[in-house]
């Protein structure tokens, strides 16, 4: 494995072609990489290289660091010196100020590769394409390597499910990759043992299994779309025809295949337009926010949402329970119950017979329980978008309710223009069969050998299956896992799972385009991949290289080495495929007759509905503190679910924020913490699954609270009937953003689109002020000055900005505590404000949310500049940002208070040694080299990802250029933006895409008025209502 | 050199010492000094005592206080490292105003308290009429004239007689150790 | 406190005598003097002892391989860039791997003893550990290939590494040594042809060569904070 | 003293037929006031005094500890956050500041407006500034947790090529409180010099005749000296009164130079002031009352001259009181509406209880004062001095504090409470200031003797034979020798 590892790692069209794509951020970058490791150096860092002796003296690490690094550890061990700057940056500055000290420095040692690969040039980081899975979500990725770490995850811009974007989730795996809490060896009965001595007892366990043809074996295995496991779990049913597999996977489980199945007669995967389509609608679907193409979604919905889009501004309606980001940037929005989705649809379908829609017979059903306002007009404007109007309904909703979506697809002559089918990768049947009769298996005592691919059925399987206990009948358990969980603790054998970065896999989009998964670095703890081990429960086991090559070059007549090549560096091969699709309107029909409107929900009969959380997911980033300390895009909390009702509700219940209540469902019950969400629909209680683990590592555990407990596998998503009422005692539920309201300020400014039509530079005057004047004449700017513009009206609040520059720019976890106490330190915040749409403007049933993402607008006049006593932050001239130097600051915080965005973020402690912050040295090898690690006292904020400025100044110099391009600099915010909201590079230029973005009558400056000047600008959010419901 | 000496005479009042003081100064001495309490009006006019000089030496520290701070402040940050800060010019002279003050007057301070100690001659710890018992009581509630041997007009025994005639009482010839 | 008006009669005889030897009269007359002496050496022990002048330059460690610059560079004059392959593409000038070593090592001297590590880093993969010899803080980013671009000789740093047996710090490599150069490049500047050239001296006046080339090579050496830190 | 060769009459001037108007009460000789005030340092330090002092010293040392702790792991232990990114901290500092206002106040511009009265106060005031000064000064040091980085703030030549930067209202701080701390410590030391001549004149110990000699610096009354030193003390008043309105001036620019709605005030350096002086005041007649019935005092310290005290706190205090009233109306004036939120917020905002103590505090209490019965009632004003200085603690954490909480952008709003580190500061800091009161008053004439005498009706060359008190005390005294 290892030689083509090397071999295609070091494939130098890897770093040539990602220049192509424009991936070429080739950082400036001095830190000590040659610091070397074997060497004890007397005084900075002492400690460090202590703890870190201690690390590598461990035999796996040993092991790691001489399989992945050959040539002599340096680069493992490089990014220490600078993080030894984390605990020491105080001294340092001390020192560097009296003259880098009047003691002689320490000695330090430089370790050079012995011989070392031509394209690798020390300090230059290196990118690769691979592809990121996700339960059944697959993302095109390309990954930035220093010096041998993966150091920032990206969207791969060639893959049709991320086109260059990508989510809080994909960008933060890369911090589980360096987990502290992996399985970090082979453990039998909780004791440390060796992959050796598994190979042993399985190969005995395997001649037992073969004799009864695999009777007695059960295989539990993660939703996954890898062609290549697909090929090995067939061959797995070749050598042991009795053994039984299912697949088992809490959240990507869906109805979305049987629905093909009912409305075509095949499995098939839709697939969405939205570029093409005037209006579109979902139904209890958060198409935007959290579907497994939602940031195709995101980016075909943007490129017709500006007022003057080409081809006119589209319209979103949204109908659902939940408040979700779709229903936050939708023009209008119906709350409903999750479980009336059908019957909504089948009353949209009788509307739209009478606006002379033919709806297959069956599937229409008056009702004038939805709003009839709502949708009479809906039905009236769908009429008139034939072919150009998407109906998206939530792939958690039924087949038969699913299926009656498409037949309005169908009857809209929407299919094949915005709504198109692709083959779908596997025909699964419901998603619960397989846990179910997996479990069912266990509890009969007939499975000797247990082998869980992955996953946490003892966490998260359906309640009802009791799956911990059945689990424990089984003789043999054996578990692959990349971190020890709930599931591991029943389990005799533990086997280390490498992480999707150290590994060979490939996948298929929802598209059907092809896509490989890469390593980037030796396993660090020695782990398997699935396949790997699949192979050997198939009795042959392979290298996953070897098994995916191989299938790469079988699965299709006439591919060749080049064409592997080519797919290993662009990260896709081939594109989509599509298959056609002919309604059968009768089954549709049928179907349908079976959904019906539910009998009223109320205080004491309530709507449970189980929510993907975009954090934690299904509970496996429980561990990963980037996204626990994430804000939800909606409430804003962090480091916790709750249960969330609507105001109205929480009346009812005589309950409120932070406040207990016991919920009741089934005879089951969970205690939890209360959260009144605004626009959530009444007699609701949303949770979100993934919180409450009990083993998930230092940070993970006792986070929030176990959805799982109340979730029984005949109501996966939505459970009727629960009841809840206030318990004792409070939860003081951590939250970034303690104030919802804007308090009717002009920060976030709209207008629909009418009334931009009639006023565009509304936005831009909507602040009345006196002429702006200094008291002196201000400065000239030349050369290149960097600015940004942020587009309100695209952005969705999805997050993948605020990770990004987690990742881009070292930025500390707090912890809940201290967020309590607010004191995050996210650079780039997104600002959620409620508006209500009654005349009470205390009544927030139906409110319209809107999103703000801030970070520091770079101020010409820079309040925060004049204040610093120490000058630490100060003006640049070429480029015109406002710097902060964190080795000059001595930590007054008074630039902070001067601050009129509040954007600027103060170390109160030594983060990376504190709390849930604490880093261990493998976590530090996720650190940007290219960016200082701030220690404590020191004031912090967004620069404009300087260090990419510079690296692109850099390479422009080398080429003998001054001038750098428009788009060479792609701050990483504006890089994972699925909307491409937010817009960087150079306002001098007139013709550059920011220039000419403000040029535009929406855009406008948040406080301009006080004459900060700020270099970031928003445009104005403008809103799509059709006339006649605003009428 | 001859040892230096000096004559001190004790006086009751503010108004004795004023008029003895007078005496002295019409019996044609100079090197003479007063020792009271606190200071008693007239009694400078008696000794004919010129106005302070300490003015001139403050003034000249409020100067260099104050050109001085403007001098740093416009060098360090107008000209050595010109930065851009808040979009303000690199001399913003309304900026420099309070420093500029402050350290006027911290030199004028200075100039004052160490002025005044200059033309007194003090810190002077070691002095015949501080070793003097008899001489306790000019920080209580006694009057002293004393006369210093270098004067012309100094005697021994003249001058003692005309602090006795004047009215000084418990005179005492002291030596300089 | 006694009545008022009432007084005892020994309040002349204070039971301790009132004693300062004459010579403190002196003190005051000596202090100032004492204090001005003592301020300016205290100035002058920082801004000498203290200053990278002094603590950086002249560091010249011994390495585990004696390798000579002075012969490879002066005496044979191999190109830096032969060795230090990264200089003109990278952030780092680049220690060279054992490989480039031995592109001669395996004919000529193949046997020496002193060239035992070399060999060994080749074969078995030891990496050899050099003493780093210039050094700047970690929250100051250097890159060798912006400068070189421009026209900035090796020499001007690193001094006259071609006549070093053992190589030694020349420049205090301290941020106001930096700014020295980005507030006046010109004179620092050479033909680009010229960089590694050690022994290059310019034809004629050396200032207005220097402007010609700030001109030429587009050189705005950075004052900002954010050109060297981030 | 001064008064009598820049004001002639000034001895005289007090008619013996108006006996509350005298400034030394009783029948008292010069020696008598020698006594009077030395003997305080000479007699045996008494329980109550060794009591405060072990208080005193023992809050010191927990203050101590904290800051060490501070230091040690970061400003984190404080309850601030953003984006209250000042509190407690700031607070102390402009507090304590404002505090240090009254004894250079007393003594300068009541000097030169001929105060006599001031002559009994004016030491114990100066000293109470020093202290106070001292106590201001920590918190700027400590706030911002890693104090080795502080020296940043000179503008020392260095390595780095790089200044301070003299724009900064904080460094401007740096500057004006440093000085305004020299110049007190200068001024109250010459103010000392005659005094701690006495002291070591009268000195029964070695030990004391050794220290008091030596900061007497060899004072021998010297009419010659006396001519300079008065020179020189008028002078030091002259320069001190535009410092001490220029100090609390600066450091209202720390505030009013900003862009945060409710510090951004065009009235804050007048209003600072006139907020300095009458907590400054107020902790003069806090200690001086103390102080007078603990070392009999009394008829030195007059009851005259707390009154006076009381009256200017009644002016401050209504001057206060006013700017209270203007920032709400240039607010809601202004049209600004951040600026009219960030005082409804102040008044009716989650910090009310704040701003409402602040208001019962400093602008209700001291309205007693126009009552003469309350301005002479030594229980009254106590309790009202107290008052005040709680209020005035208030109001500096109602600015910083309510404007903080909620400025421009309500996403980023937040509430801040203060730690047990936070209390334990701010609590601590009274510690060193009790200490080195305490200490003054033991070692140091708490009244300035020299003064005092130059004032009493004897002190005049021309007071003669007219029968005045003074006179026959001392031919009482002379008989008795």
Known sequence: ?1031 | ?177 | MDAPGQRPDDRDESPVPYVFPAWVNQIPRILPVATALVGAGVIFSFWFWASPKNTEVGYAPVQPVPYSHKLHAGDYGIDCRYCHTAVEKGPKAAVPSADICMNCHSVVKYDSPLLQPVRDAFNKGTPIEWVKVHKIADFAYFTHAQHVAKGVGCVECHGRVDQMETVRVEQPLSMSWCLDCHRNPGPRLRPKDQVTNMNWQPEGDREQLGAELVEKYHVNAPQDCSGCHR | ?481
């Open chain 4, 1 to 481: 003293m001064s008064q009598i060769n820049v004001m002639p009459e000034a001895a005289v001037a007090v008619p013996p037929e108006a006996p509350h108007e005298k400034l030394v009460h009783g029948e008292h000789s010069f020696h008598d006031v020698t006594e009077l005030v030395s003997e305080v340092t000479e007699r045996k330090p008494e329980l109550a005094w060794k009591i405060c002092l072990a208080m005193a010293v023992s809050i010191l040392g927990a203050f101590g500890a904290a800051v060490l702790y501070l230091v040690w792991s970061g400003i984190g232990i404080w309850g601030l956050q953003q984006p209250v990114g000042w509190a407690w901290d700031i607070t102390n500092f402009v507090f304590w500041v404002g505090i240090g206002h009254a004894g250079t106040l007393i003594s300068a511009i009541l000097f030169l407006f001929r105060q006599k009265w001031r002559t009994s106060i004016n030491r114990f005031a100066e000293a109470m500034t020093l202290f106070a000064v001292a106590c201001a000064l920590l918190f700027p040091g400590i706030h911002v947790g890693r104090i080795w980085m502080t020296y940043f703030l000179a503008p020392l030549p260095n390595q780095m090529g790089m200044w301070p930067n003299f724009r900064s209202p904080l460094l401007w701080d740096v500057f004006a409180v440093g000085t305004y701390g020299t110049v007190s410590l200068l001024f109250w030391y010459v103010g000392l010099i005659p005094d701690i001549a006495t002291l070591r004149d009268r000195a029964k110990t070695r030990l004391r005749s050794m220290a008091y000699g030596i900061l007497s610096l060899g004072w021998r009354g010297s009419m010659r000296h006396w001519m300079n030193y008065e020179r020189a003390y008028l002078i030091l008043a002259g320069i001190s009164t535009p410092l001490v309105l220029s100090v609390h001036t600066i450091v209202s620019f720390d505030f009013a130079t900003s862009v945060i709605p409710g510090w951004h005030t065009t009235i804050f350096p007048p209003y600072f002031v006139a907020g300095a002086i009458f907590s400054g005041f107020a902790m003069v007649v806090t200690l001086m009352v103390l102080a007078r019935q603990l070392f009999g005092l009394k008829d030195l310290v007059t009851l005259d001259h707390l009154e006076k005290m009381n009256k200017i706190i009644l002016l401050t205090g209504t001057l206060v009181g006013y700017a209270y009233a203007m920032e709400f109306f240039i607010a809601w004036y202004s049209g600004n509406e951040y600026e009219r939120f960030a005082f409804i917020n102040r008044a009716f905002g989650p910090y009310k209880w704040a701003y409402w103590t602040m208001i019962t505090c400093n602008v209700v209490s001291p309205q007693f004062f126009w009552f003469k019965r309350f301005r002479r009632s030594i229980p009254v004003m106590f309790a009202l001095s107290i008052v005040v200085n709680i209020g005035m603690w208030f109001e500096r954490f109602v600015i910083i504090v309510t404007s903080l909480h909620r400025d421009f952008l309500p996403s980023s709003w937040g509430y801040f409470m203060p730690s047990i580190w936070d209390i334990a500061m701010f609590v601590g800091s009274f510690g060193l200031f009790f200490t080195l009161f305490l200490l003054f008053i033991r070692f140091l004439p708490m009244i300035a003797i020299s003064e005092v005498k130059g004032v009493m009706p004897q002190a005049s060359p021309h007071h003669g034979h007219g029968a005045g008190h003074g006179e026959d005390a001392y031919v009482a005294t002379a008989e008795a020798r």
């Open chain 1, 1 to 1031: 494995m290892s030689h083509h590892h090397d071999e295609n790692q070091r494939d130098p069209m890897h770093h040539d072609d990602n220049h192509d794509h424009g991936h070429d951020h080739g950082h400036d970058h001095d830190h000590d990489h040659d610091a070397g490791p074997l060497t004890p150096i007397q005084e900075n860092g002492k400690t460090y290289w202590r703890s870190l002796d201690h690390v590598s003296q461990t035999p796996e690490m040993q092991s790691f660091i001489t399989r992945e690094f050959p040539e002599g550890a340096s680069e493992f061990l490089d990014p220490i010196s600078r993080r030894s700057f984390v605990s020491l940056m105080g001294a340092s500055v001390a020192l560097a100020g009296l003259g880098t000290g009047c003691v002689r420095r320490p000695v330090e040692k430089i370790v050079p590769h012995a011989k070392r690969p031509e394209d690798l040039l020390p300090g230059l980081p290196q990118y690769y394409a691979t592809t990121f899975q996700l339960s059944g979500r697959v993302t095109g990725l390309v990954v930035e390597s220093n010096d041998g770490r993966p150091t920032k995850i990206e969207g791969n811009k060639l893959h049709p499910a991320s086109m260059g974007a990508a989510g809080s989730l994909e960008q933060g795996a890369i911090l589980s990759l360096y987990d502290p809490d992996r399985t970090v060896r082979v453990t039998h009965g909780g004791a440390e043992s060796t992959w050796g001595a598994y190979d042993t007892a399985w190969n005995e366990t395997f001649g037992a299994l073969r004799a009864k043809g695999g009777k007695g074996l059960l295989v539990i295995h993660e939703a996954t779309r890898s062609p290549a496991f697909a090929a090995t779990v067939a061959k797995v049913r070749e050598a042991l025809p009795q053994a039984e597999i299912v697949e088992w996977d809490p959240v990507s489980g869906d109805e979305t295949i049987a629905a093909t199945k009912l409305a075509y007669g095949k499995a098939l995967e839709p697939v969405l337009s939205l570029e093409k389509a005037d209006t579109i609608v979902a139904v209890d679907a958060d198409i935007l926010g959290s579907s497994p193409f939602h940031l195709r979604h995101g980016r075909d919905w943007a490129a017709r949402r500006a007022p003057d889009a080409p081809g006119g501004m589209n319209r979103l309606w949204a109908v659902e329970a939940n408040f979700t980001v779709t229903g936050g940037t939708a023009d209008h929005r119906l709350r409903i119950r999750s479980g009336d989705a059908g019957a909504f649809l089948r009353a949209l379908a009788a509307e739209l017979q009478q606006n002379g829609v033919e709806i297959p017979a069956g599937i229409a059903a008056p009702s004038t329980a939805f709003a009839p306002k709502f949708v009479q007009t809906l039905a009236k404007e769908l009429a008139g978008k034939k072919g150009r109007s998407v109906v998206a309904v939530g792939r958690h909703q039924p087949a038969a309710v699913q299926a009656i979506g498409f037949a309005i697809n169908d009857a809209l002559g929407n299919v094949g223009e915005t709504v198109r089918f692709a083959p779908a990768h596997a025909d699964v049947a419901s998603p619960v069969d397989g846990i179910k009769a997996a479990a069912k298996a266990l509890a009969s005592g007939s499975v000797d050998t247990l082998v869980i691919l992955g996953g946490n059925p003892a966490f998260d399987a359906p309640a009802d299956l009791s799956f911990a206990d059945a689990m424990a009948k089984a003789k043999t358990k054996i578990h692959l896992t990349t971190a020890p969980n709930e599931t591991s603790r029943l389990a005799d054998w533990v086997l280390p799972e490498t992480h999707f970065l150290e590994e060979w896999s490939d996948a298929v989009a929802a598209d059907g385009t092809y896509s490989v998964v890469q390593p980037l670095v030796q396993p660090i703890w020695d782990g398997r991949s699935k396949i790997e081990l699949l192979t050997q429960v198939a009795g042959a086991p392979k290298k996953g290289y070897d098994v995916v090559y191989a299938h790469f070059l079988a699965a299709e007549a006439g591919r060749t080495e080049l064409d592997w090549r080519k797919a290993l560096h662009d990260g896709v091969h081939g594109g989509a495929t599509f298959a056609e699709a002919t309604l059968d309107a009768g089954a549709v029909g049928n179907a349908a007759g079976q959904v019906k409107k539910l009998a009223d929900a109320s205080a004491s009969a309530l709507d449970l509905v189980f929510l993907v959380d975009n954090k934690v997911f299904d509970g496996r980033f429980s561990n990963n503190g980037w996204l626990q300390e994430l804000p939800d895009s909606m409430t804003k909390l962090t480091w916790t679910n709750a249960a969330l009702v609507s105001p109205a509700t929480a009346k009812e219940l005589g309950v409120d924020t932070n406040q207990m209540i016991r919920i009741e469902q089934g005879g089951r019950t969970l205690d939890a913490g209360v959260w009144v969400q605004p626009g959530l629909a009444d007699h609701t209680i949303a949770i979100a699954l993934g919180y409450g683990r009990k083993a998930a590592g230092r940070v993970g555990e006792n986070r929030g609270f176990d959805a799982y407990a109340l979730r029984t596998s005949d109501a996966l998503w939505t459970a009727t009937g629960a009841k809840a009422s206030k318990i004792a005692g409070t939860a003081m539920l951590p939250t970034t953003q303690n104030h919802q309201s804007m308090e009717g300020r002009p920060l976030v400014r709209e207008q629909t689109q009418a009334e931009y039509a009639a006023n565009p530079t509304y936005a831009k005057e909507l602040v009345k002020s006196p002429p702006l004047l200094a008291l002196w004449k201000d400065h000239e700017y030349t050369g290149q000055q960097w600015g940004m513009s942020i587009d309100l009206n695209a952005c969705v609040g999805c997050n993948g900005c605020m990770i990004a520059c987690q990742a881009e720019n070292n930025i500390p976890v707090v912890g809940p505590e201290q967020v309590r106490m607010g004191r995050q330190m996210h650079w780039i915040r997104i600002d959620r404000y409620f508006a209500s749409t009654s005349s009470d403007a205390a009544d927030l049933s139906e409110p319209e949310v809107v999103h703000q993402p801030v970070s520091c607008v770079q101020c010409e006049n820079a309040p925060c500049e004049n204040v610093c006593p120490v000058a630490a932050t100060v003006h640049s001239k070429d480029g015109g940002l406002n710097d902060m130097i964190y080795n000059r600051c001595i930590g007054t915080r008074y630039c902070s208070n001067n601050c009129p965005y509040k954007v600027r973020r103060f170390n109160f402690f030594d983060w990376h040694n504190k709390g849930e912050g604490t880093l261990t040295d493998v976590q530090k090898l996720a650190f940007n080299p290219d960016v200082t690690v701030r220690t404590r006292g020191v004031m912090e904020k967004c620069t404009y990802c300087v260090q990419r400025i510079n690296a692109a100044k850099r390479d422009a110099k080398v080429r003998g250029s001054d001038v750098v391009a428009d788009g060479a600099i792609t701050p990483a915010c504006a890089q994972a933006c699925p909307t491409e909201a937010i817009v960087f590079g150079d306002i001098k230029d007139p013709n550059s895409r920011v220039s000419k973005i403000k040029a535009q009558p929406r855009n406008y400056e948040m406080l301009g008025e006080l004459n900060t000047k700020p270099r970031t600008s928003y445009l104005a959010r403008i809103r799509n209502p059709n006339p006649e419901m605003v009428s």
């Open chain 2, 1 to 177: 050199m001859a040892k230096h000496k000096l004559i001190v005479a004790e006086f009751d009042t503010p108004a004795e010492i004023v008029a003895a003081a007078g005496k002295l100064q019409g019996a044609g001495y100079r090197d003479y000094d007063a020792h009271t309490p606190f200071p008693i009006h007239g009694l400078d006019k008696a000794m004919k005592i010129k106005d302070s000089r300490l003015g001139w030496i403050v003034l000249a520290h409020g100067l260099v206080g104050g050109l001085g701070g403007l001098t740093m402040q416009w060098w360090m940050n107008g000209v050595d490292y010109q930065m851009l800060i808040g979009g303000k010019p690199y001399f913003a002279f309304q900026a420099f105003v309070p420093i500029t003050f402050a350290l006027t007057i911290l030199l004028s301070a200075f100039g004052t308290v160490f002025g005044m100690l200059f033309l007194n001659g003090l810190p002077r710890w070691s002095h015949p009429l501080l070793a003097h018992p008899g001489f306790r009581r000019h920080s209580d509630d006694k009057f002293y004239l004393s006369v210093e041997s270098d004067d012309p007009k100094f005697d021994a025994t003249k001058t003692r007689a005309l602090l006795e005639e004047i009215g000084g009482k418990r005179v005492a010839l002291l030596e300089a150790p």
